[in-house]
């Protein structure tokens, strides 16, 4: 509980330094990077347990990681649009 809480209060620093200027854009309301560390910090508070049990799986088990993410991949991939199209590389006959 502790590392959860360290590293959400961690992001919420950063996300705050990022609103007032601190990181690479001038401060806004709409500043993207405390935009950016602020959903971080609620990803690390809100998906605490995922992340620690990934670990612990890995460290005892040592098993593929993608197996338990893989439902959420499928059930994402599977919404209304999908994975964006690739692009195919560009040949000499293509430009």
Sequence with gaps: MAGRIVATALLILLAIGGFF???????????????????????????????????????????????????LLIVRSMRIGGFPPREPPLTPDRR
């Design 21 to 71: 200027g601190a990181g690479p854009t001038p401060a806004s309301p709409l500043n993207p990077s405390g935009i950016l560390f602020l959903v971080l910090s609620g990803v690390v508070w809100f998906a605490w347990e995922l992340v620690s049990e990934s670990f612990a799986a890995a460290r005892d088990g040592g098993d593929i990681q993608i197996i338990r993410l893989a439902p």
